[in-house]
């Protein structure tokens, strides 16, 4: 028995067409799961897939911050490719606005994304019908920001903050199920997202990130193998717990 194996478990994954998302699909089909692959862009949806191994994965685009929608895509999940084993929340927004240009719509947009939607799909998810008889793994997708603060991400500070404290709740309160429920909270991860953005920074201020990061910026496997651990029975005595994995960042 390998006890970090995944093989055959059935694993939904929000975010699934870039970044972290995109590898956690990748990654958990090479370790011989079954994927649901949720995100907005068909197109790159499909290249993830393309990426893959196995054949018994199902791709579902929608906007998951039309959170009315969430049931219906779980139901479709579970018809397609059997009960839940395991959940990865990788969906979410980021961006840095001080507090002058944010109001009340712009909260609600990080909200819903980086908390309300996976808290949601959680819901139905941890009905009976819906997960492995012998339980199952959530993990949430926070940020180092969470417990962090830093100029102009009051929304995206914020935001994180509530979905880690709020796993802590939901792990209690879905204990007795045998489902767990953790999140991952990365530092800077060298994703697309990042590198555009550091193109609108002057190359002096991409160091001064980098030499914040004792080990260097994170590569998307190091968190995909971080959520791997999270999913398999490995971990079957960890829930609601944030793990830090930013390459020595917070602990300066």
């Not at 914020?158 to 199920?177: D, H, I, Q």
């Not at 530092?187 to 002057?202: D, H, Q, R, S, W």
């Not at 793990?243 to 917070?250: C, M, Q």
Request: hydrophobic share 40%; proline share 3%; net charge positive.
């Amino acid at each position: 028995m390998n006890p970090f194996s995944i093989s055959n478990k059935h694993i939904l994954i929000t975010g699934a067409s870039s970044g972290i998302g995109r590898q956690c699909a990748i990654t958990c089909s090479q370790m011989g799961a079954k994927v649901t692959l949720l995100g907005r862009d068909e197109i790159r949806l499909r290249e993830v897939l393309s990426l893959m191994e196995g054949d018994e994965h199902l791709i579902l685009v929608e906007d998951i911050s039309i959170t009315s929608h969430i049931k219906r895509l779980v139901e479709t999940s579970i018809n397609s490719l059997g009960k839940v084993d395991g959940f990865i929340h990788a969906a979410g927004i980021e961006g840095t606005l001080p507090i002058n240009s944010l109001n009340e719509e712009k909260y609600i947009a990080y909200f819903k994304i980086n908390v309300i939607a996976g808290f949601e799909f959680i819901k139905y998810l941890a009905k009976k019908k819906n997960f492995n008889n012998k339980g199952a793994s959530f993990v949430l997708l926070g940020s180092v920001m969470g417990t962090l603060g830093e100029p102009g991400k009051v929304a995206y500070c914020s935001s994180k903050g509530a979905l880690v404290n709020g796993v802590k709740a939901l792990a209690l309160e879905l204990s007795s199920k045998n489902i767990r429920i953790n999140s991952i909270s990365p530092g800077i991860v060298e994703t697309p997202m990042t590198k555009n953005a550091f193109e609108m920074l002057p190359k002096e201020s991409v160091e001064i990130l980098r030499r914040n990061h004792p080990l260097g910026f994170g590569k998307p496997e190091d968190i995909a193998n971080s959520i791997l651990f999270f999913l398999s029975g490995a971990s079957k005595w960890i829930t609601g717990t944030n793990l830090i994995i930013d390459g020595g960042y917070s602990a300066k």
